[in-house]
């Protein structure tokens, strides 16, 4: 009883922080993004790198833009990290071998950070705090730009012009992410996290063997791997690692981290289109789905099918007994819900419902709150296909925020949204199929079906997290996740501008007898309910053959 206590008073603590900080926040970020005054670090970096930052670009334009600086990133954390023997602070290790510095880029620059490596026994400092935490900034920042883009797309009409893409990857990065991670990462450090420069240290354990324990800049890289939902951890073990999350309340700082920016987005996306109510029906949307993944995961973990859990009240194994069952089910559930992918708790240990929680968090296409940035667009393009599916009920021409969803908005609308499927159902067969998928399985049934699942489902989502039974450090697997990282990220953001650019050549259609209501609670629980449906639809048999078979064993 005391523990389930507990856990619910940590929700619900979580819950009152994140709403605390929606408005001021998101209202922060609203200046930040339309403001029309260049500071002198931020005209030094236009001058830099070539750009003139009152210019604005056309859809395509920003795409490219997008495309090219993410090519840029590809190319230079492969060769930093093929480098790394001959650069400072290498602590001797060797060079990440090909295919795994291919899918590393990869997952760096797509915001993914999936990890088939031991961070402190495979990169040296450098490598760690230059190439992939700066990736952990800039791919955050990425993500709140084509996020920004869309809602222009909205908020303008009958132009041809988005934005700015290199003002607003710089804004989001210096503006936003830069000062709250500074702030989190010294609160970290006063919490215990590491943050030295030290190769390692040597120490003899309880059994008399010595071990020696990397430390590293773990602290800054720990701050904005969580607010810029990336989740790459400076160690192995992520965030059930003492050295980056030592105590419950750092626990629930990292988890607030991970929820802040993605629920303070739609007070911005309000202010942009100058309805502030439609702000708060986006986020009620997502604080529904959330509320409901969150107390389900909680529900399945503490379930205590068998003796040993019976006897610990709850699924107890591969949970660091600091934070505890609930706790870390909080955790599963927010950083599946976003594109974090980090982890403070094994989720291949979980029951098979709370396993099944953590994959449909990702296959809802991570909108509640999901990734910085990612998760609002993807929220956005899911509530252009509910007023699609809601016109064609009362056979009227579908409108959202002023804007007529036509056939060429609800195509681009629907290739979003199969893009992932594609890919997750795809990867998963081919990997079954091929002796190079099956051979890195450790469990056969539907628990191995459930490794190789999540991981597609991770990888093509963004999201980074695993079930750790499967062996994912060959070629194969490098190669195949890297592929479905790369376009899990890169389509999804070419059909996002596509519609933004389509939405800001029209003009505003002004509210009729027929315009569905945007902003109530019926339409609140349609676009919940739309998302749920179109999930069940596509993964529902994928599901029954793994998690959901092994769950009602």
């Not at 509530?383 to 036509?406: D, H, N, Q, S, W």
């Not at 893009?419 to 081919?430: C, H, N, R, S, Y």
């Not at 999804?492 to 509210?511: K, S, Y």
């Amino acid at each position: 009883m005391g523990s389930t206590t507990a856990g619910i008073l940590f929700l619900g603590s979580l819950v009152l922080a994140v709403a605390a900080a929606y408005r001021p926040l998101g209202d922060y970020m609203f200046r930040a993004y339309t403001g029309t005054k260049h500071s002198r670090v931020e005209r030094a970096l236009y001058r830099l790198i070539g750009v003139q930052p009152d210019g604005e670009q056309t859809w395509g334009v920003y795409a490219r833009s997008v495309l090219a600086f993410s090519a840029i990133g590809v190319l230079f954390l492969y060769g930093f990290q093929r480098l790394q023997n001959h650069l400072l602070l290498s602590l001797g290790m060797d060079p990440v071998k090909p295919d795994q510095a291919w899918n590393t880029a990869v997952s760096f620059v797509t915001n993914t950070n999936w990890q088939s490596y031991s961070g402190e026994s495979t990169m040296g400092h450098l490598v760690q705090m230059a190439g992939l935490a700066v990736q952990n900034f800039v791919s955050a920042a990425v993500g709140m730009a084509v996020a920004i883009a869309l809602v222009r797309g909205f908020a303008r009409k009958r132009t041809d012009r988005l934005g700015n893409f290199w003002v607003d990857l710089t804004r989001g990065s210096l503006r936003i992410l830069l000062p709250i991670a500074f702030v989190a990462a010294i609160v970290l450090i006063a919490g215990g996290v590491v943050q030295n420069f030290e190769g390692g240290t040597t120490v003899s354990t309880l059994s008399g063997v010595h071990q020696t324990i990397t430390g590293g800049p773990v602290a800054g890289q720990e701050a904005i791997k969580e607010l810029g939902t990336n989740g790459g951890g400076f160690y192995n073990a992520n965030s059930a690692h003492p050295f980056e999350n030592p105590t419950s309340w750092t626990n629930w700082l990292e988890i607030f981290l991970i929820l802040l920016i993605p629920f303070a987005l739609p007070r911005t996306f309000g202010r942009m289109v100058g309805q502030n109510r439609q702000g708060y029906a986006i986020a009620a949307v997502m604080g529904v789905i959330a509320m409901g993944s969150v107390v389900l995961t909680m529900v399945f973990q503490g379930m205590h099918h068998g003796t040993v859990p019976t006897a610990v009240g709850a699924a107890a194994e591969g949970t660091e007994s600091r934070f505890g069952v609930l706790n870390s089910a909080v955790f599963a559930a927010s950083t599946t819900l976003t594109s974090t992918g980090a982890v403070n708790s094994f989720h291949d240990s979980y029951t098979g419902l709370g396993g099944m929680m953590t994959m449909f968090n990702m296959m809802l296409g991570e909108v509640a709150p999901g990734g910085a940035g990612s998760g609002l667009y993807g929220m956005l393009v899911l509530a252009v296909i509910t007023v699609f599916v809601a016109g064609l009920m009362v056979g009227r021409t579908p409108e959202y925020l002023g804007k007529k969803i036509g056939a060429r908005e609800i195509k681009l609308a629907a290739a979003y949204f199969l893009i992932t499927p594609m890919l997750v159902l795809a990867g998963t067969a081919v990997a079954m199929a091929t002796g190079s998928g099956r051979e890195g399985m450790l469990n056969s049934g539907p628990h191995g079906l459930s490794e190789v699942l999540y991981a597609f489902t991770s990888a093509s989502n963004n999201n980074g997290s695993a079930f750790a039974g499967l062996t994912v450090n060959t070629a194969f697997y490098d190669t195949a996740l890297g592929l479905c990282m790369a376009l899990g990220r890169f389509m999804p953001i070419i059909f996002v501008l596509a519609l933004a650019g389509t939405l800001a050549r029209q003009g505003h259609a002004p509210e009729s007898e027929g315009t569905l209501p945007t902003h109530r609670p019926q339409f609140v629980g349609m676009v919940a309910g739309v998302a749920v449906i179109l999930v069940a639809l596509t993964f529902l048999p994928a599901l029954a053959l793994g998690p959901l078979a092994e769950g009602l064993h």
